[in-house]
């Protein structure tokens, strides 16, 4: 599974992680035409013009405010609890690691699945955070992946879950060691980082970079989405925030985020 998941042009990697091939988060859309205006393919669903739609604002002003509560706490956790639908489940299952045989045969708790998720999106995130503030990624750029800080290189070699690439969790107290591997080396990021990180200007940079690649930062309207049980009828917002691509749905009179997408 090693270097699979590259973040982007930039190759931001958390090696464990296989999105591809388990049950993973969504890809993002990729536009079709050099102008990326309105045209864009998804993975699942059909996309909708959202003109004449305000919504998709709501959906960005709730993206943003994401972004800002990750940025002020580092953690993917309490950003996700305060904006989430009241169902996570489905979108807590598509973690990235396991998938539904694997679910079948461990038979874990909705408790511990949150947990995996959370951390699984904690390393994610704040390893992309580091990563993406350390070196710009624009066209001109030619710099090469920055190396992991040396206490979390440390972690990773001592892990077998980071060092066998095809190592899955084969029992419930496996689970439990990686969700602890995954917060041990999400607290070692935050040792790096701090809430001005995503006020740099490289961070900047970047982030205005990764949203000109597609020329927008409202992506369309998906009807439902498979991944987070989201039915075809319900309209999925897409908002693109640069490492953060979201899917938002209305729930009740408040917009929500399902879940977020790779690449």
């Not at 992680?17 to 079709?32: I, K, M, V, W, Y």
């Not at 305000?54 to 990750?70: H, I, L, M, S, T």
């Not at 995503?198 to 009807?223: C, F, P, V």
Request: glycine share 6%; charged share 30%; proline share 4%.
């Amino acid at each position: 599974m090693k270097d699979s998941t590259a973040l982007l042009l930039f190759p931001v990697q958390v090696d464990l992680f296989d999105f591809g091939d388990a049950n993973g988060p969504p890809r993002r859309a990729e536009c079709r035409n050099s102008s990326c205006e309105h045209e864009c393919t998804l993975v699942a669903g059909s996309l909708d013009d959202n003109s004449g739609d305000d919504r998709p604002n709501d959906a960005g002003q709730v993206a943003d405010r994401f972004v800002e509560r990750f940025r002020q706490t580092l953690d993917f956790g309490i950003a996700w609890k305060a904006f989430r639908l009241s169902d996570p489940s489905c979108t807590h299952r598509a973690n990235g690691i396991l998938n539904e045989s694997d679910y079948e045969r461990l038979r874990l708790s909705s408790e511990i699945i949150e947990k995996l998720y959370i951390a699984t999106m904690n390393l994610y995130y704040l390893n992309a955070v580091y990563d993406l503030s350390v070196a710009r990624i624009d066209s001109q750029s030619t710099s090469k992946e920055p190396p992991a800080p040396r206490n979390i290189e440390a972690v990773e070699k001592k892990s077998k879950f980071f060092q066998n690439d095809d190592r899955k969790p084969q029992n419930p107290e496996e689970i439990s060691e990686l969700i602890d591997t995954l917060d041990q080396l999400a607290r070692l990021y935050r040792e790096h980082l701090s809430k001005q990180t995503m006020k740099s200007a490289t961070w900047r940079a970047n982030e205005k970079y990764l949203i000109s690649r597609t020329g927008m930062d409202h992506n369309g309207i998906l009807n439902g989405d498979s991944t987070f049980c989201v039915p075809e009828q319900t309209k999925v917002y897409i908002v693109n925030r640069g490492i953060f691509y979201f899917y938002m749905v209305e729930e009740g009179d408040k917009m929500k985020v399902a879940g977020l997408g790779i690449d």
